[in-house]
């Protein structure tokens, strides 16, 4: 064989051999490229335990193999409890750690659709649940929440709550339909830096009762001394006339902050206005109507719109005087 044949196989093989040392060099790239910081565990931890500063190191891993939870400040770890055991070189995450070592006995999942939400709330904000009566006595209901899931257009919210808070926040809520108060939530300007306030709501006395007989229930002495607290709450509010009783920030139960911020599926944003024109005149004359369809009905009421007064005028004659002149 010649030594062109020589020369042209070695050029293939010395192409083939760049072309994979190329290859593994991409893929070695990939792996010198530390873009996400991470929080490392320098020791074996196991779950409940808390993570002190000298438990973990920081470091940084390539972008293509971490996860987006990362944890990456350092106060997001530190005195944070570890739901799970985790084995030294982990990398740890928003998902296995929690602020308390043990979750309460009592814990759910709560859902809502009754507290008026702040208007620009988002996935993860910090509120207290708090109400206000119509004297203008506000109280916190549920402090220091964190909102797992939130629907503004349908006012859902999606938290976890303790037994003591989920019955409290149920006597909230007759509280709001007897005594037109209003329940909302207010959020946290910087959680991280905020401790948690005490409870103030004191319910009704036999909502007190049920809360003394619950065995899932454990702190009961504070409950003590609420009996007095309440009694003199209900006579403030037994003060204010009926016609001074009005709901702060809302209207009526039925439709109250909640309801108002509801968006309604099928909505209209953009409807015509015909109340001046001949057909709106003859067609609400005709319907014997000058208003939308009541609440109670399943429609909503049209302030702008009067109903009309007929003073036993026939539609005939109406028509005429609308269309007379023409």
Do not use: C
């Amino acid at each position: 064989m010649s030594s062109r044949y020589y020369n042209a196989k070695l050029i293939d093989e010395r192409f083939a051999y760049e072309q994979q040392l190329a290859e593994q060099n991409e893929v070695l790239d990939r792996y010198r490229d530390p873009s996400n910081k991470a929080f490392i565990l320098a020791t074996m931890k196991y779950a409940g335990e808390v993570i002190e500063e000298d438990d973990f190191i920081e470091d940084f891993l390539p972008g293509f193999a971490t996860p987006s939870n990362l944890i990456v400040k350092k106060e997001d770890i530190v005195g944070k409890h570890l739901k799970i055991d985790a084995e030294y070189g982990t990398a740890v995450t928003s998902e296995m750690v929690r602020d308390a070592a043990e979750l309460d006995p009592s814990e759910r999942k709560e859902e809502t659709q009754y507290i008026k939400l702040p208007l620009k709330a988002k996935k993860h904000d910090v509120v207290d649940i708090r109400i206000v009566f119509p004297n203008g006595e506000d109280y916190i209901i549920v402090a220091k929440k964190k909102l797992e899931e939130i629907e503004l257009n349908k006012q859902y919210a999606f938290f976890n709550d303790t037994e003591e808070e989920a019955v409290l926040l149920q006597a909230a809520l007759v509280d709001a339909y007897i005594n037109d108060a209003e329940l909302y939530m207010k959020q946290y300007v910087e959680p991280e830096l905020q401790p948690k306030p005490i409870a103030t709501y004191i319910p009704n006395i036999d909502v007190i009762q049920l809360i003394r007989t619950n065995p899932m229930i454990v702190d009961q002495a504070k409950w003590d001394l609420t009996e007095s607290i309440r009694i003199d709450l209900e006579k403030r509010l037994a003060l204010i006339k009926p016609d001074d009783r009005f709901r702060i920030g809302a209207s009526a139960p039925i439709g109250s902050g909640v309801t108002s911020r509801i968006v309604q599926e099928g909505a209209v944003e953009v409807q015509t206005d015909d109340s001046q024109s001949v057909n709106g005149i003859v067609e609400r004359v005709e319907t014997g109507t000058g208003q939308e369809q009541s609440f109670e009905n399943g429609g909503s009421i049209n302030p702008n719109v009067d109903k009309p007064n007929l003073n036993d005028q026939t539609t005939t004659e109406i028509d005429s005087e609308v269309l007379g002149g023409q």
